[in-house]
Antibody
Framework: EVQLVESGGGLVQPGGSLRLSCAASGFTFSSSTMHWFRQGLGKGLVWVSRINIVGTSATYADSVKGRFTISRDNAKNTLYLEMNSLRDEDTAVYFC?????????WGQGTLVIVSS | DVVMTQSPLSLPVTLGQPASISCRSSQGLAHSNGNIYLHWFQQRPGQSPRRLIYNVNNRDSGVPDRFSGSGSGTDFTLKISRVEAEDVGVYYCMQSTHWPPYTFGQGTKLEIK
């Protein structure tokens, strides 16, 4: 059974940092491109970042470029999102998503609240 | 960026009746390899999104055959042949042909009338 379990969310002040993790199981993580998406409370879905299977190529939405860093550890079957210089508008549920030709399987999400 | 526009945004449907959601893109979604990377997701209340349809008209494993996708160019449609109570939620189209970024429609909220 495919599982993606996000963790690391929480309350952080504007300008602060958080590191999200996503533990993957039930599929060959090292063969899968991975993504982070987010969803503001009561809002739609937004793509945040993508990383290739070996972790050498990362792509970002303009809204997070220069502040967020996606990475992965294939030995640990884990995806990460380092978030710096957080803003109010980064408040959202963050989802880890597998890419199987296109984004397909989503984790349950972890909530990040940026507020003073 | 490719803008995805869904309609309607709210869709009240009687149980057992059909439903249809339209998704239009601001530019054609045909990739140079011939594929069209237009997908549909369902998000039930309180749950994560689930992909239903990929590449216009391919149902994901476990998706009931009452769900179907169609379209080409810039116009795409998700149809539910007979709505059931478990279909309540928000439906999103998403394109992954012209990325970055991957872009979604605004979402269509399906409710039972």
């Amino acid at each position: 059974e495919v599982q993606l379990v996000e963790s690391g969310g929480g309350l952080v002040q504007p300008g602060g940092s958080l590191r999200l993790s996503c533990a993957a199981s039930g599929f060959t993580f090292s063969s899968s491109t991975m993504h982070w998406f987010r969803q503001g409370l009561g809002k739609g879905l937004v793509w945040v970042s993508r990383i290739n299977i070996v972790g050498t190529s990362a792509t970002y939405a303009d809204s997070v470029k220069g502040r967020f860093t996606i990475s992965r550890d294939n030995a640990k079957n884990t995806l990460y999102l380092e978030m710096n210089s957080l803003r109010d508008e980064d408040t959202a549920v963050y989802f880890c998503v597998r890419d199987n030709g296109s984004p397909d399987f989503w984790g349950q999400g972890t909530l990040v609240i940026v507020s003073s | 960026d490719v803008v995805m526009t869904q309609s309607p945004l709210s869709l009240p449907v009687t149980l057992g009746q059909p439903a249809s959601i339209s998704c239009r893109s601001s530019q054609g979604l045909a990739h140079s390899n011939g594929n069209i990377y237009l997908h549909w997701f369902q998000q039930r209340p309180g749950q994560s999104p689930r992909r239903l349809i990929y590449n216009v008209n391919n149902r994901d494993s476990g998706v009931p055959d009452r769900f179907s996708g169609s379209g080409s160019g810039t116009d795409f449609t998700l149809k539910i042949s007979r709505v059931e109570a478990e279909d309540v939620g928000v439906y999103y189209c998403m394109q992954s042909t012209h990325w970055p970024p991957y872009t979604f429609g605004q979402g269509t909220k399906l409710e039972i009338k």
